[in-house]
């Protein structure tokens, strides 16, 4: 199994242009989400769905779009992308809600 | 105030000696509790769940207090290969994973 796997790991964009973090799992997990982490701030969940076809918001949505077509699939899109969405990003799935999540490997983005 | 907090660090301790970190968290209904480890540019990994009896691991021990709204993580024996950054996450039924800013910690010879 190869787990969640993220790509690209390594992006640089220009304010304004937009982009799709692709993250897949191999798992059959439900649950999958995407965070972000900033330097003490922790990780911060962006999206998350139950499930193929459900999606919700978590705690920083804000110019970040997200949909589940599969249940293997969970792309981020960034729509117009802002300096203040540098960071680095992390997919991750479980079995279900509350259980122990899985990370990817995790995308590294500036936005210049 | 944050869902959840951990001092920061860094802690520096030498081989051999035992550390331990302490996590609050504000949400009383929080029943489920996990600490993860993550490495410098690396992703977080899951270290081991926290029980409500506590819960021992080899060298790492986890405890749970329900009535002060803590975890704490107790290393034994520090490895120079546990030099990472510690994260405790919290969750109450039906919600999401809520993390910590984590606690570094160094290892040295």
């Known amino acids: 199994n190869a787990g969640v796997t993220q790509t690209p790991k390594f992006q640089v964009l220009k304010t304004g242009q937009s982009m799709t973090l692709q993250c897949a799992q191999d798992?059959?997990?439900?649950?999958m989400s995407w965070y972000r982490q900033d330097p003490g701030m922790g990780l911060r969940l962006i999206h998350y769905?139950?499930?193929?076809?459900?999606?919700d918001q978590g705690e920083v949505p804000n110019g970040y779009n997200v949909s589940r077509s599969t249940t293997e699939d969970f792309p981020l899109r960034l729509l117009s992308a802002a300096p203040s969405q540098t960071s680095v990003y992390f997919c991750?799935?479980?079995?279900?809600?509350?259980?122990?999540?899985?990370f990817g490997p995790g995308t590294r983005l500036t936005v210049l | 105030r944050k869902e959840v907090e951990q001092d920061p660090g860094p802690f520096n301790v030498p081989e051999g000696a035992t550390v331990a970190f302490n996590c609050t968290y504000s949400?009383?209904?929080?029943?489920?509790f996990f600490w993860y480890r993550q490495d410098c540019r690396k992703e977080p990994k899951l270290l081991m769940s926290?029980?409500?009896s506590g819960n021992e691991d080899g060298r790492f021990t986890a405890q749970l207090n329900r009535a002060s709204q803590y975890i704490s993580l107790l290393i034994r024996d520090s490895k120079l290969s546990d030099s990472a950054t510690y994260l405790c996450?919290?969750?109450?039924?039906?919600?999401?994973?809520?993390f910590g800013p984590g606690t570094r910690l160094s290892v040295l010879p």
């Open positions: 949400n009383s209904a929080s029943q489920s």
């Open positions: 769905s139950v499930g193929a076809g459900i999606t």
């Open positions: 798992m059959n997990h439900e649950y």
């Open positions: 991750a799935s479980s079995h279900q809600h509350q259980n122990e999540q899985f």
């Open positions: 996450v919290a969750l109450g039924y039906g919600q999401n994973f809520v």
């Open positions: 926290v029980y409500s």
